[in-house]
């Protein structure tokens, strides 16, 4: 079983950048398939980004050319890079896995709180 721990939330003004970490232990996630989704305040979770074992990624349309997803297998380590960030941006960031096997993710992290704003 895999445990993912996120981290690199917090505050930022508008435009600036943040990067998140999503580690995982209990066993290696190297065939993992890893997404970034979001709640923000009031609304449901949606799906941002997601990066599968071969590093083949996808991004919501509202994230492309600002956000990048990229994994270090040698550290179990999937990361979200985020620059230019918006009022919009402001969420609860969750990481997930699942196998290449699977199409539903079955492991969630806690999640990190990041707020955009002046």
């Known amino acids: 079983q895999v445990q993912l721990v996120e981290s690199g939330g917090g505050l930022v003004q508008p435009g600036g950048s943040l990067r998140l970490a999503c580690a995982a232990s209990?066993?290696?996630?190297?065939?993992?398939?890893v997404a970034w989704f979001r709640q923000p305040p009031g609304k449901g979770r949606e799906f941002v980004a997601s990066?599968?074992?071969?590093?083949?990624?996808d991004y919501v349309d509202s994230v492309k050319g600002r956000f990048t997803i990229s994994r270090d297998n040698a550290k179990n380590t999937v990361y979200l890079q985020m620059n230019s960030l918006k009022q919009e941006d402001t969420a609860v960031y969750y990481c997930?896995?699942?196998?290449?096997?699977?199409?539903?993710?079955?492991?969630w992290g806690q999640g990190t709180q990041v707020t955009v704003s002046s």
């Open positions: 990066i599968t074992w071969n590093s083949y990624t």
């Open positions: 209990g066993r290696t996630f190297i065939y993992y398939t």
């Open positions: 997930a896995a699942r196998d290449a096997a699977r199409t539903e993710y079955d492991t």
